[in-house]
């Protein structure tokens, strides 16, 4: 046995569970083929943990977690029509607009995460931290092996637009990465601002409308309503 898991290692295969993988009545072409099902199994296995630690994601959120019942502005047939990712192969961006807590970044998460199961490359990050990443780039080795992965990324989910507002020098640079992914990458945008109130926080008309005009040329808008849902669950003490 230790010479066959020496074997494996020296193939890059994976060690498997021989006694349950070849128990039964097999062919030597049957066991075989069941054991490179598993070796198949088990490599898509760690891609996909790979690339859901790369991805930032802070917390993995499900379609199915979601309460449709308390947000009636979207719905979940909406959702799943978006979960075969077709949109993605074409570049589409997706933007979730609405007050806080109306389950914006649940959602770009969701989509994040079912993304990432399907073999996806995915990077989320709030506007803050990729400006941060854009001002340092050409200064810190880490800046540049993030924006690296960004620009290979098959889906970009940037949370939080409009949370803080940004200098000129900051809009300048957040227009120069979503020109530079324009109609190449996919995008999932939330932001709390509508489109009006966009060149508040960005601080000049001219860029707003130069980023919007990129954001919203192949673009699914969803504008959530209500009342946040962590405000009508708050939790008490007593």
Known sequence: MESIESMLTALHLEKVEFENLFQGEHS??????LFLSEQIRLKDQKATESRIKRSGMPQLKTLEEFDFGFQQSITKEQMLRLSDFTWVEQAYNIMFLGPPSVGKSHLASALGYLALQKGYTVSFLCLDELIKILKTAEITASSRRKLKYLYKADLIIIDEVGFLPVSKTESNLFFTFIAAMHEKTSLIITSNKGFSEWSGFL???????????????????????????????RKTIL
């Not at 030597?28 to 083929?33: A, F, G, M, R, T």
């Not at 008309?205 to 009508?232: H, P, Q, S």
């Open 28 to 33: 030597p072409l049957e066991s075989l083929s």
């Open 203 to 233: 601080g000049d008309e001219v860029i707003t409308t130069a980023i919007l005009d990129r954001l919203v040329y192949k673009c699914e808008i969803f504008n959530m309503t209500g009342e946040g849902y962590r405000l009508k669950n």
